[in-house]
């Protein structure tokens, strides 16, 4: 059973922008760490960033620090992740996940290991 469901994919130009949007289905999130990760063809799946359930601690991989952002509101339990700058190379199926619940250290949710919701993706495709 899916239950986070991704959208706000699309095709964009180098230098444009997007945002993707993280809800859940069937179930809540509450107090849980939501992560993005994206996974291009062919190559492994890859951090992108994470948000404590507070919203006051984030977490960028190197390759999209100053361009993307990620952010939260509860209330709506929704998780977004602003893409800006896009290149090329951003393209990619982009998946949020949520972490177990628990209190965690930011600087290990770069592992996939843990999360234990994913959704579906959402595909972003930047042309040159």
């Known amino acids: 059973q899916v239950q986070l469901i991704e959208s706000g994919g699309g095709l964009v130009q180098t230098g444009g922008s997007l945002r993707l949007s993280c809800a859940p289905s069937?179930?809540?999130?509450?107090?849980?760490?939501m992560g993005w990760f994206r996974q291009a063809p062919g190559k492994e799946r890859e951090f992108v960033a994470a948000?404590?359930?507070?919203?006051?601690?984030?977490y960028f991989a190197d390759s999209v620090k100053g361009r993307f952002t990620i952010s939260r509101d509860n209330a709506k339990n929704t998780v977004y992740l602003q893409l800006n700058s896009l290149k090329p190379e951003d393209t990619a199926v982009y998946s949020c996940?949520?972490?177990?619940?628990?209190?965690?250290?930011?600087?290990?949710?770069?592992?996939?290991?843990?999360?234990?919701?994913w959704g579906q993706g959402t595909q972003v495709t930047v042309s040159s």
């Open positions: 069937g179930r809540t999130f509450s107090g849980y760490t």
């Open positions: 948000i404590s359930w507070s919203g006051t601690s984030t």
């Open positions: 996940a949520a972490g177990f619940r628990g209190g965690q250290a930011m600087g290990v949710m770069n592992r996939p290991d843990r999360y234990g919701y």
